[in-house]
């Protein structure tokens, strides 16, 4: 069979419920119909075995995809989902319990060789370059596997990412994404870190943990760490009201450079000072940290400046380093 949304063989088996066999070097689903709603008409289907190399979902090129399914009595049970392509691969499990109380869990773990590139390929051009990373962990939501319900959505996830450099965004567009870059520092507190998230946060490295509750995350822990600063997030976000209320501490990272202009004023006391930061980890940085609590929506963040981080004394520490 050839047309222009498909390229292959079907095969379909009477054995028990039914099963669908497709080998496939092109498949595309276009958008939904007007009328219809995603998901609509999935109960009928049969047991599955989907192999599609070149595989488009509403426009959007997503490479070579894997599905096998089948009727465990009146749910649905999905035995792999793989999807991989230049830039990035997924696989998980799953199950989709059908009925009053229809519910789709899946365990996931996504690795993406490419962060900007695979944002790109879902819709979110130009929000990040390079970075490569992973997402993993257990979701369930409300409904089908084709319809990911945000208001119902529960799980836990961990998010590693390294080497990449968000670039210059609106808030809100990207979404999660924007939330990230913290773009919103500069432009809602104004003086502050213009120079290191304005034009776009390089970082080496990300850690996070969050966990879901009925469409709430809470980000236990959210590191991120680049050549000018520490970033540390906790909090809340209402993925489906797109809202936020986030505690953010920013670590300058003076590093290297404190020790250089130190060490102008006094050359032991600047020996001193890089000894110090490479062992107690950017010292002077922790002295001129500062909080922000981040509040509002995803496309109008509402940034306040918190009592300064400073711990007591280190002013006063800080300048017995140029005595």
């Not at 276009?30 to 989907?50: C, F, N, Y």
């Not at 084709?146 to 590693?160: E, F, I, K, P, V």
């Not at 250089?260 to 000072?273: D, Q, R, S």
Request: no cysteine; hydrophobic share 35%.
């Amino acid at each position: 069979m050839n047309t222009a949304e498909f390229a292959g063989d079907l095969v379909y088996r009477t054995e028990g419920s039914g099963r669908l066999v497709a080998r496939m070097a092109r498949f595309s689903v276009p958008e939904d119909s007007p009328g219809t709603k995603p998901g609509e008409g999935m109960k009928e289907l049969p047991a599955l075995d989907i192999v599609a190399d070149d595989f488009t979902h509403r426009g959007r090129k997503l490479g070579r995809v894997e599905v096998q399914a089948r009727h465990e009595n009146r749910d649905w049970r999905l035995d792999k989902i793989a999807v991989t392509n230049s830039d990035s691969s997924l696989s998980g499990t799953g199950q989709w319990k059908q009925g009053e109380a229809s519910r789709t869990s899946i365990a996931f773990k996504l690795e993406v060789s490419d962060v900007g590139k695979f944002l790109d390929r879902f819709g979110y051009p130009e929000h990040l370059k390079g970075g490569h990373g992973k997402l993993e962990g257990p979701i369930s939501w409300n409904g089908d596997p084709l319809t990911l319900d945000y208001a119902s959505l529960s799980g836990n996830l961990q998010m590693q990412a390294e080497d990449g450099q968000f670039l210059e965004i609106e808030p809100g567009i990207g979404k999660l994404v924007s939330l990230m870059s913290l773009q919103m520092l500069p432009r809602r507190a104004t003086g502050d870190f213009r120079d290191v998230f304005g034009k776009g946060f390089q970082f080496d490295r990300i850690n996070s943990s969050m966990g879901i509750e009925r469409g709430v995350m809470a980000v236990k822990e959210f590191h991120m760490r680049g050549p000018a600063a520490d970033v540390n997030m906790t909090g809340q976000i209402d993925l489906s009201l797109e809202t936020q209320n986030l505690n953010v501490k920013v670590i300058p990272q003076l590093g290297d450079s404190a020790s250089t202009v130190v060490g102008l004023l006094n050359p032991i006391a600047g020996v001193a000072t890089l000894l110090a930061g490479r062992i107690m980890k950017n010292p002077l940085g922790k002295f001129f940290a500062y909080d922000y609590a981040v509040t509002g929506t995803w496309t109008d963040p509402k940034v306040e400046k918190l009592q300064s981080a400073v711990p007591v004394g280190a002013p006063e520490a800080a300048k017995e380093l140029g005595k």
